[in-house]
Each structure stands twice: as structure tokens, then as C-alpha cells.
């Protein structure tokens, strides 16, 4: 019954110490998950710009990665020592939509995108620009429109300090961003989403549907005469919000440090030692196994 225990155990610790000895020089994955993970629910524009041919939508928003099933998280601690939590993100889906509307055979030559992902200060400091461009600005009450030279200014802010920028391409009613690197909770993204104005949108009952002319409709609406029942009517119309998703790889490593392999080598040695020992004591219940041995060794010593 002992031998039986010590030869167990003996095993047990040659298999565990094998299997650390190689993670520790290879991770191995226990587990892989691909959820897609919100970095930003709908999010509404913080400053609206008609520039040279295009008309283009500034949004800015906390990184902030929600939980879900099997995702971790970046901040998410492993529980021992032994693991490590592994997270990458390669791309940004950003999804572009007009909550009481939608556009007319927009094509990828018709809007373009980009993602700036900058720190803290840096955000604010784009809003503090947006604000200070509209205190001087006489537009509309009604929309955060920001001058052209204002836009300018706050896109070559935004270009200087990104700690990272991604070019987005339309497919199939969205963006795809590329990213090299995981972007970091606690930063902000920058999202510029820039239209050709003679886009239209999809709608009943108004006679000119570009999205230029929309805009200019509601920021000179007292220009126009425009009743608050037209502009009403309009806003949800100018109104484009995204959303952003990352679809996260997230593993969990077996990566043990050297003080498990050698807790594992220490185990095995001791297993091992107990083996011998009762191996001297009762040497006859080893016999299925030194028999065998004993063969062997001969057909060495022949050789």
C-alpha cells in the first residue's frame, strides 16, 4: 500500500514538474476568449465643424472597459502567481448611425474616420478649446458648431499630443480601426468623423436633405425664420452619435516563476528519496519492478 502512495505521488510530482519546467519557458493558454467589448456606449458629438467639403463631427470619451462574460479585464489580477492574464486589442469597430434617421448610399468615399487616443490632460484640454471657440463664436444655440480656424487648431492639438492614431476604414456600415497597441483605461479617445457635404439623409417631408444644408438650416434657423417646430424636427436629423466596440483576445498563461519548477523538483526529490528508502526496508514488494530492471541491465552489460 505504501509503495503504491510513493510510486503515485513520485509520478505525480514528475508530471507537475514537466508540465511547469515547460511553461516556464513556454506559456501554455488554459483559456481564450474573444468577447467584443464597449469602449463607449452611444456617444453624442461635443463639437460640430463645416471645413472646406466636408462637415465633420468631433466626439470624445473616457476609455472605459465593462465587464462580461469571460473577460477579465486589464486591471484584473490572476489568482496566483502562477497565471498570467493576457489582453490585446488589434482593432476598433466604430459604428456611425442617426438615432431618428439614416444616410442615403453612403459609400466609403463619402465619410471618413479617425480614433486619437490622448491622456487625460490632453482631453480636457480639447474640451476647455471647444468651449473657449464657442463663448466667441455667434452660431447657433442650437448645435456645438466651432469655426473652421477653431477645428483646425484643435486637430493639430489633438495630431501633437495622440499618444496613438488610428486611420479608419468604412465596410459594411462601420469602421474598422487598426491599432498597435491596446488602448489604456484611463486615457480618452478622440474620435473625428468627417462627411462629404453633399451626403444626404434619409428622411420624408424635407426638401433638401444634405447634410450641409441641414446643418445650416438649424444653426441660422433665426436667419431663416425657421419655427422651433421645423428646428425640432431637424436636430435629431444632425444629431449623428457613435459607438465604439474592441473585440479583445483575452488568455489566461500558465507562466510559473522558478520557485514553482524548483518546489516541483523539490517534491519529486523527496518522493523519489521515500521510494528508495522503502525500497531498502522491503525490497520484496518491488519485485515486478526490479525483475525488468535487472533485464535490462543485463542486455546493457552484454552490449
Same mark, same amino acid.
Given at each position: 500500500m505504501i509503495k503504491v502512495v510513493l510510486v503515485a505521488l513520485a509520478m505525480s510530482s514528475a508530471m507537475l514538474f514537466a508540465i511547469l519546467a515547460l511553461a516556464s519557458i513556454h506559456p501554455l493558454t488554459i483559456l481564450s476568449s474573444s468577447p467584443y467589448i464597449p469602449l463607449t456606449p452611444p456617444t453624442s458629438h461635443s463639437a460640430i465643424a463645416v471645413t472646406g467639403d466636408r462637415v465633420c463631427y468631433l466626439y470624445i470619451y473616457d476609455i472605459q472597459y465593462s465587464g462580461g462574460f469571460g473577460y477579465y479585464g486589464p486591471s484584473a489580477k490572476p489568482p496566483s502567481d502562477l497565471y498570467q492574464y493576457n489582453f490585446s486589442i488589434s482593432e &476598433? *469597430?466604430?459604428? =456611425?448611425?442617426v438615432p431618428l434617421g439614416g444616410f442615403k448610399n453612403l459609400s466609403s468615399g463619402d465619410v471618413s474616420a479617425r480614433v486619437f487616443e490622448v491622456d487625460r490632460s490632453s482631453a480636457f484640454e480639447v474640451q476647455r478649446m471647444i468651449r473657449e471657440d464657442l463663448r466667441h463664436s455667434n452660431y447657433s444655440q442650437y448645435l456645438n %458648431? %466651432? #469655426?473652421g480656424k477653431g477645428y483646425g487648431s484643435i486637430v493639430s492639438y489633438v495630431e501633437q499630443k495622440a499618444v496613438q492614431k488610428n486611420i479608419c476604414k468604412y465596410v459594411h456600415a462601420h469602421f474598422i480601426c487598426n491599432t498597435t497597441s491596446t488602448p489604456l483605461s484611463g486615457n480618452a479617445h478622440i474620435v473625428e468623423i468627417c462627411f462629404r457635404r453633399g451626403v444626404e439623409l434619409s428622411t420624408t417631408g424635407i426638401n433638401d436633405t444634405r447634410i450641409d444644408r441641414l446643418v445650416d438650416l438649424v444653426v441660422n434657423a433665426s436667419l431663416y425664420k425657421l419655427p422651433d417646430s421645423t428646428v425640432n424636427r431637424l436636430l $435629431? &436629423? /444632425? *444629431? =449623428?452619435? /457613435? #459607438?465604439? @466596440?474592441? $473585440?479583445?483576445?483575452? #488568455? /489566461? &498563461? @500558465?507562466y510559473p516563476k522558478p520557485v514553482h519548477v524548483m518546489r516541483a523538483l523539490a517534491f519529486l526529490a523527496v518522493f523519489v528519496s521515500c521510494i528508495v528508502l522503502h525500497y531498502r526496508f522491503r525490497p520484496h514488494e518491488y519485485a515486478g519492478f526490479s525483475r525488468p530492471l535487472r533485464r535490462l541491465r543485463r542486455r546493457i552489460y552484454r552490449q
Open positions: &476598433l *469597430h466604430v459604428e =456611425v448611425y %458648431i %466651432i #469655426s $435629431p &436629423l /444632425v *444629431h =449623428v452619435d /457613435v #459607438s465604439v @466596440l474592441a $473585440p479583445m483576445r483575452n #488568455s /489566461v &498563461l @500558465l
